[in-house]
């Protein structure tokens, strides 16, 4: 991480009461060299080749922590939450059959005129929105062609 990413993370820790410890700045630096959008246990898996003595609880406490700071972003993806490194406005496509998580970015126009139309056909205020697409990746999509010909 540059100087000024972690003088932003200590800021955003700070006034949560929190400090940038080894091991946050390690899951910071993970997550945000990384777009697979991974679980704890990935993101466990890695620290741990950078700091072999992280515990499994520490990596837990930490992401909830960075979370709750605005560091990252957490997705409810299946049955594990998952941790994106990338907190600038974006969307996600999931892999309905392997569960890869990628990054889209839809024209802000877009999205503005969806919340009009959401507000004004519900009359509704709206306050913040999730759009996530489903479908099938590449790799299986190919692999489901593949079988069906079989």
């Known amino acids: 991480m540059d100087k000024r990413s972690v003088a932003e993370a200590k800021r955003r820790l700070a006034s949560r009461g929190h400090r940038l410890t080894k091991q ?52 409810e993806v299946g049955p594990r939450r998952r941790y994106d490194g990338n907190t600038s406005e974006h969307q996600h496509i999931l892999c309905i059959s392997c569960g890869r998580v990628a990054d889209i970015h839809l024209p802000p126009s877009l999205l ?34 593949a079988e069906s010909t079989e």
């Not at 700045?25 to 741990?48: G, K, N, T």
Request: aromatic content about 6%; proline content about 3%; some cysteine.
């Open 24 to 75: 946050r700045q390690a899951i910071l630096e993970v997550l945000r060299s990384s777009d697979v959008h991974p679980d704890a246990d990935w993101v466990y898996r890695e620290v741990r080749k950078v700091l072999p003595h992280v515990s499994l609880g520490t990596v837990y406490r930490s992401l909830e922590v960075l979370r709750d700071a605005g560091l990252i972003a957490s997705l």
């Open 112 to 145: 503005e005129e969806l919340e009009q139309r959401a507000a004004s056909e519900a009359d509704f205020t709206i306050t913040g929105h999730r759009v996530e697409f489903y479908g099938l990746c590449p790799q299986c999509l190919q692999k489901s062609k």
